[in-house]
């Protein structure tokens, strides 16, 4: 691209079909707001500055793009009096900020709500337009059904002439299948003139930027369109409905990326992946799982079936089946799963587990550790080559704070203890089966903390006469006097 490019981007539209209390350039699709996407686009090809203009929600809509991109200029239409006026509000504010060199080169025009547009795409289009000088380069598609869009309009020789509002446009050119995608580059200088001739005199009484083509015409500037094949990246979305279909062919368009690229995908069609995931060469991913977030999943690992992950690094070799995990680390041919629960700061260590039914949350678990069964493990330490007994539960929380626990190396801890914290139990030291650990193990001993059983004879005939349990028992003993042998 050889000249300067300064981008605007349309956001301050009320998104009412959106019926929502979020303004609608802030509802996601593959885990990121319509707007990061549009931004995304723009920033991928190299542009200078850009300046988003807001209107409707703006309060909201601001505070996620500074959040983005705070070297984003933000320009504030306060009535919605169509896209001409936006660019015009767009322009005065870089104005205002001095940035006058700005408005010299090209101003690309790009919309928040159409999220499947790339990167690529607006570099071919923006190198299109500065190797024709022209003054206007329209990004165009022909569509099945053109109902709602602006149409090209083109003279006998195929020149465009004009974009005509579908509300505007007579029977004839509603007939005509190519329209305006919404996507402008335009000549800077031309555009300040031209905004400033903008009338109202239209169906719906706007400013319409598409009449600047109108103007580029009959000045005879030199005017064309830029025809997309790939009409997916020029639709935007009005309602949830919409929101969904781009969002599913977004998500297509992700998986099958990953494909090529050599990952394993049994069933793209109940895969999700996020724009912002990561995956390596030979990772297998099986049917109905989600990744998002900035999930990174390393070589040989497999990861499903039904298995949701957010912000988890899943390493080398690692299985991770049917499991639920959010802002973890699973080692290097670690093993998760069925159904376990992985909490924010749960780090499994290489060739760790975390097996069936185990909830962990922050908690480091060492290399070849292992939680196999049935157990709760929050605030914990534990150190390499330890395993943790059956139903295990780390009581971390005394009501009022949170306490650590820390089991060390080689530690074999039995079935059913519960680790009141704090406490610590030595490297290399033993627990015996259902014990409640409250005092802290030395390294190499054995902490056996059951009292002794106690059977109270008829105690269920006294306190609990009439109940089905009393009659068993008393069952039980006639039984017994019946055969006095046994
Ligand atoms: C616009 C185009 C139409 C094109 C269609 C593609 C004009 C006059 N019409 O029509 O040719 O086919 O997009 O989708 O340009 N916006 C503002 N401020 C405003 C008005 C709109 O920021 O005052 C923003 C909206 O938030 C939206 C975009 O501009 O992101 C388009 O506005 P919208 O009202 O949807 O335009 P259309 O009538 O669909
Ligand atoms: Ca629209």
Same mark, same amino acid.
């Given at each position: ?22 303004? %609608?350039?802030? #509802? ?35 505070? #996620? ?64 337009? !500065? ?9 165009? @598609? ?16 195929? !020149?465009?002439? @004009? ?26 200088? =031309? ?142 041919? !670690? ?15 290489? %060739?760790? %587990?975390?097996?069936? =039914? ?10 070849? @550790? ?31 704070? %949170? ?69 068993? @028992? ?13």
């Amino acid at each position: 691209m050889s000249d300067h490019v300064t981008a605007v981007v349309l956001a301050a539209g009320a998104g009412t079909r959106m019926k929502s209390a979020k303004a %609608k350039v802030l #509802h996601e699709i593959g885990g990121r707001s319509m707007v990061a996407h549009a931004l995304a686009a723009v920033s991928g090809a190299g542009i200078g500055t850009t300046v988003t203009v807001v209107g409707h929600d703006r309060e909201q809509v601001s505070a #996620h793009i500074a959040s983005l991109d705070p070297s984003v200029v933000l320009a504030v239409q306060e009535e919605q009096n169509g896209t001409g006026h936006a660019v015009q509000i767009a322009l005065e504010a870089l104005s205002a900020l001095g940035k006058q060199s700005d408005l010299l080169g090209t101003v690309l025009v790009t919309y928040a709500d159409v999220p499947l547009l790339t990167a690529e795409t607006l570099t071919e289009f923006l190198s299109d337009h !500065a190797a024709s000088g022209r003054a206007v380069t329209i990004l165009t @598609a022909e569509l099945a059904d053109p109902t709602g869009y602006g149409r090209i309009i083109r003279d006998t020789s195929g !020149a465009v002439t @004009a974009i005509r509002e579908h509300k505007d446009a007579g029977d004839d050119e509603r007939q005509i299948p190519e329209v305006n995608s919404g996507i402008l580059a335009l000549d800077a200088a =031309f555009l300040t003139e031209a905004l400033a001739e903008l009338e109202t005199d239209n169906s719906q009484g706007e400013v319409y930027l598409t009449d600047v083509i109108g103007i580029a015409a009959d000045r005879g500037l030199p005017v064309a369109a830029h025809v997309l094949e790939d009409v997916w990246q020029t639709e935007g979305v009005n309602d949830r409905s919409q929101l969904a279909r781009l969002g599913a062919e977004l998500n297509r368009r992700i998986v099958q990326r990953w494909m090529l690229d050599g990952v394993t995908i049994v069933d793209p069609a109940t895969t999700w992946i996020d724009s912002t995931v990561t995956i390596e060469p030979d990772a297998t991913i099986l049917p109905g799982t989600q990744l998002s977030g900035v999930s990174a999943i390393a070589a040989g690992a497999t990861v499903g079936p039904d298995t949701t992950l957010r912000n988890v690094e899943v390493g080398r070799d690692a299985t991770v089946i049917r499991t639920h995990g959010s802002d973890a680390v699973i080692g290097d041919g !670690a093993t998760v799963g069925p159904f376990s629960y992985l909490r924010p700061g749960t780090e499994l260590g290489a %060739k760790g %587990k975390i097996g069936a =039914f185990v909830e962990t949350k922050n908690t480091r678990i060492g290399d070849g @550790a292992k939680v196999p069964h049935l157990s709760y493990v929050g605030d914990a330490e534990i150190g390499e080559g330890s395993n943790i007994g059956a139903g295990t539960v780390f009581a971390n929380y005394d009501g009022v704070n %949170k306490h650590r626990t820390t089991v060390g190396r080689h530690a074999r801890t039995a079935s059913n203890n519960t680790f009141v914290a704090p406490v610590t139990i030595g490297d290399g030291a033993f627990t015996a089966a259902g014990t409640t650990i409250r005092n802290d193990v030395p390294a190499g001993a054995m902490a056996i903390g059951n009292t002794e059983q106690r059977n109270i004879e008829g105690w269920v005939a006294a306190k609990r006469p009439g109940t089905t349990s009393a009659q068993a @028992a008393a069952e039980a003993e006639q039984h017994q006097q019946e055969k006095p042998g046994e």
